[in-house]
């Protein structure tokens, strides 16, 4: 059973996708202990953005 994921933009053309429930409390920012993975996204107004996907530490990324 996979875990939920929460999508937040946290800034402008920063999104951050988190593990909800996980095990240990996540930042915000690429500075997150788990190390989040950046990817280069368009947005919808055309400019470059990035998501950061974080990394859960209960391994749920295995069930995917
Ligand atoms: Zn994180």
Do not use: F
């Not at 990817?39 to 990394?55: C, K, L, N, Q, V």
């Amino acid at each position: 059973m996979s875990g939920q994921w929460l999508a937040k933009q946290t800034s402008g053309n920063e999104v951050h996708v988190l593990p909800l429930g996980d095990l240990i409390r996540h930042d915000h920012t690429d500075l997150c202990p788990c190390g989040p993975t950046p990817s280069p996204t368009p947005m919808a107004d055309g400019s470059d953005g990035w998501i950061y996907t974080h990394h859960s530490l209960d391994g749920r990324e295995a069930d995917e």
